[in-house]
C-alpha cells in the first residue's frame, strides 16, 4: 500500500509538507460551570477562584476562572480535526510538551478554540513520526490569547503495522 493509500499515515513528502503550515482554527468550544467543577472533583483541585462563583466575584478575575490544566487537557480534542485521523491502524499518540505558558485567565463560561503551526518534523522511529507544533488557544472576545505550548505529537508512519491487525 502506498503513503496516499492507507488513512491516517503519512509518507515522507506529506509529512514534510506539514512542516510551517497552520492548522485551525479548531470550532468553539464553550466552557462551563459543570465542567469546571467535574474537573475539580476529577483532580482534586477546588481552589475557589475556579469553583465558588461568590467568592471568585470579589477577586480580581471577577468570577471563577477555568484550571490552566484543564485548557491544556482540551488541546488534543481541540485540535482533533488539525490532522488526518487514522481510520484504521496505528493511532496518534499524545508525546508530551516542550513548553506551556498560561498567558490569562480564562472566565468560565467562555469559549475557546485553539490552531497550530507545525515547526518541526522528526522520525520517531520505524513506526512514527515525531510533530512538534506551536498551539495556541484563544479566548472568543479577548485579544491575546490564552495559553500558548508546544505540543509534540507522534504520528503513524504508513510503513508501521497495524496495532488491530488490519491491513
Known amino acids: 500500500m502506498t503513503d496516499s493509500q492507507q488513512p491516517g499515515a503519512f509518507g515522507e513528502q506529506q509529512i514534510k509538507t506539514l512542516m510551517g503550515q497552520n492548522q485551525g ?9 459543570a465542567q469546571v467543577n467535574q474537573f475539580a472533583d476529577l483532580t482534586g483541585d477546588h481552589q475557589f477562584i475556579h469553583i465558588e462563583p461568590e467568592l471568585a466575584a470579589k477577586t480580581p478575575f471577577g468570577g471563577t ?3 490552566g490544566f484543564m485548557l491544556l487537557s482540551l488541546l488534543p480534542t481541540l485540535l482533533a480535526t488539525a490532522l488526518p485521523t487514522t481510520k484504521k491502524g496505528r493511532p496518534f499518540i499524545n508525546y508530551g510538551l516542550d513548553s506551556v505558558r498560561f498567558l490569562q485567565a480564562v472566565p468560565v463560561g467562555s469559549q475557546v478554540r485553539a ?4 515547526i518541526a518534523v522528526s522520525r520517531k522511529n520505524s513506526e512514527y513520526w515525531r510533530v512538534k507544533s506551536r498551539v495556541t488557544l484563544e479566548v472568543r472576545g ?3 490569547a490564552a495559553l500558548v505550548a508546544e505540543l509534540i505529537t507522534l504520528v503513524p508512519h504508513p510503513d508501521s503495522a497495524p ?4 491491513t
Not at 490552531?115 to 507545525?118: P, T
Not at 496495532?163 to 488490519?166: A, E, K, L, V
Open 115 to 118: 490552531s497550530q503551526q507545525v
Open 25 to 33: 482554527p479548531s470550532a468553539w468550544r464553550q466552557i462551563t460551570q
Open 65 to 67: 476562572i477555568v484550571h
Open 163 to 166: 496495532d488491530n491487525g488490519q
Open 142 to 144: 479577548l485579544e491575546d
